[in-house]
């Protein structure tokens, strides 16, 4: 009399499930990632007891939806670099550039690139 079943086969297991999560993950790091290349900006912030500059700054306030105020005036963010050159103002002053309360950190950016790509390179961000 037999009373042990007959050993069964051990199926192998189902590549189905496995190729979905390596699929799902293949999707994720694809749609997560990104192919911009990052600038360097060079900002400097006040520092106490830094010294006297030579010449004053230029006042750069930034408002929002690309918004500005060179020294008082308002302008639009493109229109930035055609008020300075009006102004006669050189590219060697520094800026100073000011973020108001409703100005968002893209604005403050947009006017960072615009004075780079200008040829303003001494820049000062406060709050």
């Known amino acids: ?3 042990s079943e007959a050993p ?3 199926r192998a297991p189902g590549l189905t499930s496995l190729i979905d999560v390596i699929f ?13 290349i990052y600038q360097k900006l060079d900002v400097t912030s006040g520092v106490e007891g830094a010294g006297q500059m ?8 930034v408002f929002a939806e690309g918004q500005l105020s060179v020294n008082g005036d308002r302008v639009k963010v493109e ?23 409703d100005s968002t950190v893209q604005d403050v950016v947009s006017a960072l690139e615009m004075l780079k ?3 303003w390179s001494a820049t000062i961000v406060g709050n």
């Open 1 to 3: 009399m037999r009373l």
């Open 8 to 10: 069964k086969r051990s």
């Open 24 to 36: 799902l993950l293949l999707m994720f790091f694809m749609l997560a990632s990104t192919f911009s």
């Open 54 to 61: 030579e010449q004053s700054p230029i006042l750069l306030q």
């Open 79 to 101: 229109a930035l670099i055609a008020a300075l050159d009006n102004a006669g103002i050189e590219k060697v002053r520094p800026v100073a550039i000011i973020p108001a309360k």
């Open 117 to 119: 790509t200008a040829g």
